[in-house]
């Protein structure tokens, strides 16, 4: 059987380091090249597959770095992106890396590597404010909420994509739990919001399987999503995440937590992308499971008796919040249901 070359751009983000693990145990199918960002934590990340994969550093917004990259190869996972709370703050770098990297790399392709199957990651936020509404399609306007530049770079993305001559896939990605650093957004999140989760072990499973499965995906958008067994309340998960780590109650003041604006919901048309890759091997309880192993119990007493410190450190994060403090109009408008 002939070996096919994958490329995995974001190599060593959440998503990206769990591609590399699952590909990592069939290198004999496959020649993998890594591609991200050279930091110090990109180099240690990878440090663990130098023997099994080709790894090389650059800027997808780079071109002379993206031809080095882009030929020969059978099939591109492509996961780059500069995410939220980074992408909010700095619209013009999201663009650069999210909209033209993924640019750069279409074109080279479609010069160097025309045959490739690309697979691009897309996200949930391209739908928008969904809480009068969560029960999300993919036949669904793209409705990014106000503020989201993360949101525009992806649509703008998908679009240079599905008018390019490659064959590819976009899964727009739901909530990916597992890795992620507390920010701000967590209190950008409405409480009511409905939540499907997934965890990045089974979203790059999903890549991984989609490998063989060209015919079924190609020139296709799907929704990724971790199925019935993920759902919850944002409350609800909050108030279970604290519990785990010691923090007690979510007892955070009034107007903490935005009251729209944001996005998430419930992906009905989930199961349509799982039954082509059965990909889900994850629930609700799996992934608390896995979070409680990731704290020892020495943590959780230094944390239960910092509590009060943590949360108050935690509630200057909420820009809601100092917008309601403030009585700062424009925040207002955008994070609450009134004037």
């Known amino acids: 059987m002939e070996t096919k070359n994958i490329l995995i751009t974001g190599a060593t983000g959440t998503v990206g380091i769990e591609v590399l693990k699952q590909f990592a145990t069939s290198v004999d199918k496959y020649n993998i090249t890594a591609f991200d960002i050279k930091t110090k934590q990109s180099v240690k990340k990878l440090s663990q597959f130098k023997n099994k994969i080709k790894i090389v550093f650059g800027d997808i917004s780079n071109i002379n770095d993206v031809k080095k990259i882009s030929k020969n ?23 650069e890396i999210n909209t033209q990297g993924t640019k750069n790399i279409v074109k080279q392709l479609e010069q160097n590597s025309p045959d490739t199957f690309f697979l691009y990651s897309s996200s949930i936020s391209v739908y928008g404010d969904r809480l009068s509404n969560p029960n999300i399609t993919i036949n669904d306007p793209l409705n990014p909420s106000k503020g ?16 390019s001559n490659l ?7 739901c909530a990916i739990m597992g890795g992620h650093k507390i920010s701000k957004l967590m209190f950008h999140q409405p409480l009511e919001t409905f939540l499907e989760i997934a965890t990045p072990e089974d979203t790059a499973r999903a890549f991984v399987n989609a490998i063989d499965y060209k015919p079924q995906l190609n020139k296709k958008i799907f929704n990724l999503s971790g199925g019935e067994k993920c759902r919850i309340i ?31 919901g419930y992906y009905t048309d989930g199961n349509e992308l799982e039954d082509i890759l059965h990909f889900r091997n994850d629930t609700l309880n799996s992934y608390f499971e896995k979070e409680k ?7 959780i007493v230094i944390t239960s008796l910092l509590k009060k410190f943590i949360k108050k450190r935690l509630l200057k994060k909420s820009e809601p919040y100092f917008a309601f403090k403030t009585n700062n109009k424009n925040m207002i408008k955008q994070f609450f249901n009134y004037t």
């Open 167 to 173: 064959n590819w896939s976009i899964f727009r990605l």
């Open 148 to 163: 989201d530049e993360y949101a525009v770079t992806k649509i703008e993305a998908e679009n240079i994509i599905t008018s």
């Open 293 to 299: 192993t990731k704290i020892t119990t020495f943590q």
């Open 234 to 264: 944002y409350k609800d998960f909050l108030e279970k995440s604290f519990e785990i780590y010691g923090l007690g109650k979510l007892d955070f003041p009034v107007k903490a937590f935005a009251e729209k604006n944001f996005h998430c």
């Open 73 to 95: 190869k059978d099939f591109v996972i492509h996961l780059a992106a500069i995410i939220p709370p980074l992408a909010d703050e700095k619209p013009e770098l999201a663009y």
